[in-house]
């Protein structure tokens, strides 16, 4: 299951385009990787120094990507054709991290 995690600065970014971001990524992930549960986090930090308008982590089991660099290629392109289609302004940096997590649901 990714986990998609998105912190954007929200003296820049509205809360209404981060949400559109946070849905097509969701979409997009999902579609790249055959995976339905793709969750999302999306915050606007409190606290800012230095940083880009959008930052994307996306946390996936590292057996489930067969080449990390074909799928970052992918995914950016698929977030770049969305950008164009939504007519989305802003720059983001996107960051594939292969995850070799161990975990436990509903404790």
């Known amino acids: ?50 940083v880009a308008p959008i930052e994307i982590w996306v946390e996936v089991t590292a057996s489930k990507i067969s080449s990390p660099d074909e799928t970052l290629a992918s995914l950016r392109q ?9 007519d989305f302004p802003h720059p983001i940096n996107l960051t594939l991290n292969l995850m070799n997590w161990k975990f436990a649901i509903g404790i």
């Open 1 to 50: 299951m990714p986990v998609i995690r998105i912190e954007y600065d929200d003296s820049i970014v509205s809360d209404d385009q981060a949400h559109a971001l946070a849905v097509a990524t969701q979409r997009e992930v999902s579609e790249e990787t055959g995976i339905k549960d793709v969750f999302v986090y999306g915050n606007a930090s409190r606290i800012r120094v230095g």
């Open 78 to 86: 698929r977030l770049g054709g969305w950008k164009t289609t939504a």
